[in-house]
T-cell receptor, first 113, second 109 residues
């Protein structure tokens, strides 16, 4: 049972470089989300997609972009990484936006130097 | 603004009972969630409350009072594997989840 797969699991990146975090789900969920988790703070929503072909901005979208070309894939791109984007990134999905339960990927630990 | 408050850290003894509180102030309410997150792992779903009252699921129970903006997670018969962070989250009027910073629960033998 795969669920949600994120890649890479860990990455060290030089500031100014472009980086794409990949997220794939095999549950045919309509809604997908990208969160970042930083020590002492709650999960913060970066971008979301309620269904394939649509995306929306979350609480902290600046410096990030997403696309949702199909149901399964929801990549997150950092156009020009900065040290403040050092974080653990979680991709999540739910059957539909108003569904009760989110399913999370294992996370991608990103360090920007 | 929107705010979720929960204690930063709690300590309890194996076999005992612990209650983790969560208070919230959000723009609208469409349900409250509790997730468990072991260190270095992804959050996993524990419970969902949308109506006032107690929801019981095995050793874990979750309570909600919408009028007080208050919830708690009750863990009974604590086991060492329950050492984890417990995240409280509220779904607001836009159906977005607002997350607390989490409560780190330390279980001692």
């Amino acid at each position: 049972i795969a669920g949600i797969t994120q890649a890479p699991t860990s990455q060290i990146l030089a500031a100014g470089r472009r980086m794409t975090l990949r997220c794939t789900q095999d549950m045919r969920h309509n809604a997908m989300y990208w969160y970042r988790q930083d020590l002492g703070l709650g999960l913060r929503l970066i971008h979301y997609s309620n269904t394939a072909g649509t995306t929306g901005k979350g609480e902290v979208p600046d410096g990030y972009s997403v696309s949702r070309a199909n149901t399964d894939d929801f990549p997150l791109t950092l156009a020009s990484a900065v040290p403040s984007q050092t974080s653990v990134y979680f991709c999540a999905s739910s059957e539909r936006p108003e569904a009760g339960e989110l399913f999370f990927g294992e996370g991608s630990r990103l360090t920007v130097l | 603004g929107q705010n979720i408050d929960q204690p930063t850290e709690m300590t309890a003894t194996e076999g005992a009972i612990v209650q983790i509180n969560c208070t919230y102030q959000t723009s609208g309410f469409n349900g409250l969630f509790w997730y468990q997150q072991h260190a270095g792992e992804a959050p996993t779903f524990l419970s969902y409350n949308v109506l006032d009252g107690l929801e019981e699921k095995g050793r874990f129970s979750s309570f909600l009072s919408r009028s007080k903006g208050y919830s708690y997670l009750l863990l009974k018969e604590l086991q060492m594997k329950d050492s984890a962070s417990y995240l409280c989250a509220v779904r607001d009027s836009n159906y977005q989840l607002i997350w607390g910073a989490g409560t780190k629960l330390i279980i001692k033998p």
